[in-house]
């Protein structure tokens, strides 16, 4: 066997460019840096750490949140209502 896949299920050179740019787009901190293109495995490490922080973040802030219900004075059924909502976020 060869080891190549059907035409369909590749994507283009000019389509992986193009989602690479879109990538590029995403990163603040790429983006900020200057307009120049960068190289595709540049940019797919700066994604993978920018989600990481990303996911720390919603991490840090759910504990938060949290720790902020926690201390406010609410009823079980208000408690619960509010843990519903955020939920479904």
Not at 29 to 42: L, T, V
Request: charged fraction near 30%.
């Amino acid at each position: 066997m060869s080891g190549r896949r059907s035409r369909a299920s590749k994507l283009s050179q000019n389509e992986i460019n193009d989602l690479v740019s879109r990538l590029q787009l995403l990163l603040p901190q790429i983006n900020q840096r200057d307009n120049s293109r960068q190289s595709a495995s540049k940019i797919l490490k700066e994604t993978c750490c920018h989600i990481r922080r990303l996911q720390e973040e919603v991490e840090q802030l759910s504990e938060r949140l949290s720790e902020l219900i926690d201390s406010v004075d609410i009823n079980g059924i208000d408690r619960e209502i509010l843990e519903n909502i955020l939920q479904q976020c």
